[in-house]
């Protein structure tokens, strides 16, 4: 049940993270999504007694696993690569490298396990917040069956739309519109708002995207998106800096530059400022190695942990296959590899901690230290730059999964031996949904950067290659200045929300405010007016929100990139036009 629900929930991710930039958190929706569905067979007569807590736990592990395997590099490193090199990854090496990178960051969140959670007690939020799910599911049924209704409705709302967009047959009355324009009339420059990307969407997902995200993110990209292309963008192209032809592709080759100094300085000062949690990881490095009985006075036989050996037998095996991977498919000098292996550990590490203290992974703000490390030691090697940050990156963010799912198993007294196998099942699971999925949306390194796949994650990853391959001075003046200009007010807006906490929630967001200027305009409109929607549900009645947003917003995500993905497969094999 984990490996399927957590591979649909893949493709998902995948499908919106191409679009926003944006990953959908899994483990609370799958967990509702197998109560429901053992539910259903246990009412069947399907299964003979009812879906324990227990086996929920261990399948919401498995599905996290598979769901978070769009951070391995299917929304960010990959498609940078492929839009600067031109070509596409093969499927199957695709397949192996985010395979081994997602096994080696399972392991190397083994010592940190006891240290963090048995004696540290680190809240992992989501992981407590996932425990306190179950516990509500498993207890009278009633909240975990209105959930499961809403996400349901949620569901098929959104595959109904999906359906009735992208679907093409003689029979079907009407098709929904992708893109709702502006009236013509309406221009900028003498051109139609629709070419600065400035419409509405004919998509559900946004709006519930929108919702997850929080008000002040949606807000932040909404004021960038107005920035961007109503103000910067028709002056650009009334001084002909940009093509004539307008367009996201278009505007986005000269503003990638302004979003991604500010996410880039915004992240590292924000990653800085969290110099204690680096010192209280790097501490604990040496505290995880202890035998777990001597750190809390137990005998070892009373605590089923996974043992340390498992630890040194995972890198012994896995880290050779990974720096033989980043060789033979990337030409990595092999010292280049060991590197990025060994500054992986310590990553996942710090990665770990801050998820623990914060609920929030810093990997782009961490992928980007490797970025810059290795653009000094191997200058205008973008292959290099991207995929070595791909591992450290990747093995932070699934070393700080498996620890948010062991969080969890910890508070609900799972077996983490269990869970650790589990995460296994999961990562296989998502490899094998995500990458033909990716094969089947991106069938070219030309499909992305499009109105239709912008994959704004990936536009900051490419900026951030290019110009450390490129260097500064081959840029346009004007993007010169942007960077600048970029980078200097994603600083500004770091420190005033250190140093006036009381005003944080008036400030935009550096993050969001950066994403904007890579995602297209009619992206960032849906956003805000699902956000908006949820502010004023729960403006007017805040437990309600509480039930129903999340399950809701989850379900359109789900049920129209599910049904996206589906369709796309379709046209592909010839059943479809």
């Excluded at 089923?304 to 995972?314: A, D, K, S, T």
């Excluded at 200058?379 to 999964?401: F, I, K, Q, R, S």
């Excluded at 906490?501 to 400030?507: E, I, Q, T, V």
Aim: with cysteine; aromatic share 12%; net charge positive.
């Amino acid at each position: 049940a984990g490996m399927f629900l957590g591979g649909l929930m893949s493709l998902s991710n995948l499908y919106v993270s191409l679009k926003t930039g944006w990953s959908i958190g899994v483990s609370i929706t799958a967990g509702i999504l197998a109560f429901a569905m053992f539910a259903l067979f246990y009412q069947l007569r399907l299964t003979k007694r009812h879906f324990g807590m227990l086996e929920n736990n261990a399948m919401q592990s498995v599905a996290s696993a598979a769901g978070y395997m769009t951070g391995g590099g299917t929304v960010a490193a990959i498609p940078a690569l492929m839009m600067l090199t031109g070509e596409p990854m093969p499927g199957f090496q695709m397949f192996v490298w985010i395979t081994v990178i997602a096994f080696l960051g399972v392991i190397m969140a083994i010592p940190m396990k006891q240290q963090m959670i048995n004696v540290e007690g680190l809240r992992f939020p989501t992981g407590i917040a996932a425990a306190e799910t179950l516990k509500a599911l498993h207890g009278d049924g009633k909240e975990g069956k209105a959930k499961a209704r809403l996400l349901m409705l949620g569901g098929l709302l959104g595959a109904f739309t999906a359906f009735f967009r992208d679907a093409h047959f003689n029979w079907m009355p009407f098709n929904i519109p992708e893109k709702i324009k502006l009236p013509s009339t309406w221009t900028m420059s003498g051109r139609p708002f629709s070419d600065y990307t400035l419409s509405f969407e004919g998509s559900f997902i946004m709006l519930g995207a929108g919702a997850i995200m929080g008000f002040r993110a949606a807000w932040s990209m909404l004021l960038g998106a107005f920035i961007n292309y109503a103000i910067i963008a028709p002056r650009l192209y009334d001084a002909g800096i940009i093509s004539s032809k307008l367009g996201y592709k278009n505007i986005v080759a000269w503003s990638v530059w302004f979003g991604s100094s500010m996410i880039l300085t915004s992240g590292l000062l924000a990653f800085a400022f969290q110099w204690k949690t680096v010192v209280r990881a790097m501490k604990s490095v040496a505290q995880a190695f202890k035998p777990v009985a001597d750190k809390l006075n137990q005998k070892v036989d009373e605590i089923q942990e996974v043992p340390m050996l498992w630890f040194f037998i995972g890198v012994a095996i896995l880290g050779p296959i990974v720096i033989f991977c980043e060789w033979y498919f990337f030409n990595i000098k092999i010292w280049m590899g060991i590197i990025s292996v060994f500054l992986g550990f310590f990553i996942a590490i710090v990665a770990s901690r801050a998820t623990g203290e914060t609920d929030t992974t810093p990997t782009g703000a961490l992928g980007k230290i490797t970025q810059l490390s290795y653009g000094a030691m191997d200058p205008g090697n973008v292959t290099t730059n991207l995929m070595t940050a791909n591992v450290t990156g990747g093995m932070g963010l699934h070393a700080a999964d498996l620890l948010t799912d062991l969080k969890s198993g910890y508070l609900l007294k799972a077996d983490p031996r269990q869970q650790f196998w589990a995460q296994f099942f999961g990562v296989v699971a998502g490899s094998l949904f995500v990458v033909p999925a990716f094969r089947l949306l991106i069938p070219t390194a030309q499909d992305l950067g499009t109105d239709k796949w912008p994959a704004p994650g990936a536009q900051t990853w490419k900026g951030v290659a290019e110009m450390l391959a490129k260097g500064f001075e081959s840029i346009h003046p004007t993007a010169q200045w942007a960077i600048l200009i970029g980078g200097t007010l994603g600083i500004i807006l770091v420190l005033l929300e250190r140093y006036l906490p009381r005003y944080k929630k008036y400030l935009p967001s550096p993050t969001a405010l950066g994403m904007a200027f890579t995602t297209p305009a009619f992206n960032t409109i849906s956003m805000f007016m699902g956000a908006l929607i949820a502010l004023l549900i729960e403006k007017k009645n805040k437990e309600y929100a509480e039930k129903t947003i999340v399950p809701v917003s989850s379900g359109l995500i789900a049920g129209e990139s599910l049904i996206g993905v589906l369709i796309a497969a379709l046209v592909v094999m010839g059943l479809m036009d």
